[in-house]
């Protein structure tokens, strides 16, 4: 099993222009989400999908868009990049997203962004 | 309000024993998780605890009283792949999961 595969793994972007993250799981999770880490911060979760056809906002949503239309897929857009979202941006999935029992999440490796 | 606090770095020897900490506050909690990251790389789940008292696996335990609000990692016979980040992570009320910024573990030869 693949896992939870994040592309791409580093990005450069300027000011203003826009760009996808993709994520795919092979795990059958019903649960998706993605988070950001930042230096001497916690991860802090931007967008989350309990099933396909199903999002909500995280803790920092603003200027992220997201979309699940397979329980597979859960790519992450950014409208219109600036300073503020680089980061290092984590996709992980769980089996469920309200059992805590089942929520162990499996991580992707991770998409290092920079915004110029 | 809800917060979460663990050291930001550790230092400890090979072949000793060091305990992370982690406290927190929440109205709703659903357990407690630890994971551990190296440097570049993805986190990976560790442990979990929903009821008080210690959950051994291996070298590593983690032990939770729900009445005080922490939690610590303790771990044995400490290796040079320790070096890494731990995570501590708590699960409110709506399954949202809250997390510490991390406690850089350094092991000394």
């Known amino acids: 099993n693949a896992g939870v595969t994040q592309t791409p793994k580093f990005q450069v972007l300027k000011t203003g222009q826009s760009m996808t993250l993709q994520c795919a799981q092979d795990?059958?999770?019903?649960?998706m989400s993605w988070y950001r880490q930042d230096p001497g911060m916690g991860l802090r979760l931007i967008h989350y999908?309990?099933?396909?056809?199903?999002?909500d906002q995280g803790e920092v949503p603003n200027g992220y868009n997201v979309s699940r239309s397979t329980t597979e897929d859960f790519p992450l857009r950014l409208l219109s990049a600036a300073p503020s979202q680089t980061s290092v941006y984590f996709c992980?999935?769980?089996?469920?997203?309200?059992?805590?029992?089942?929520?162990?999440?499996?991580f992707g490796a991770g998409s290092r962004l920079t915004v110029l | 309000g809800q917060n979460i606090d663990q050291p930001t770095e550790m230092t400890a020897t090979e072949g000793a024993i060091v305990q992370i900490n982690c406290t927190y506050q929440?109205?709703?909690?659903?357990?407690l998780f630890w994971y551990q990251q190296h440097a570049g790389e993805a986190p990976t789940f560790l442990s979990y605890?929903?009821l008080d008292g210690l959950e051994e696996k291996g070298r590593f335990s983690s032990f939770l009283s729900r009445s005080k609000g922490y939690s610590y990692l303790l771990l044995k016979e400490l290796q040079m792949k320790d070096s890494a980040s731990y995570l501590c992570?708590?699960?409110?009320?709506?399954?949202?999961?809250?997390w510490g910024a991390g406690t850089k573990l350094i092991i000394k030869p």
């Open positions: 992980a999935s769980s089996y469920s997203g309200s059992s805590s029992g089942a929520n162990v999440l499996t």
């Open positions: 795990m059958n999770h019903e649960y």
């Open positions: 999908s309990v099933g396909a056809g199903i999002t």
């Open positions: 929440t109205s709703g909690f659903n357990g």
């Open positions: 605890n929903v």
């Open positions: 992570a708590f699960m409110d009320s709506n399954y949202q999961l809250i």
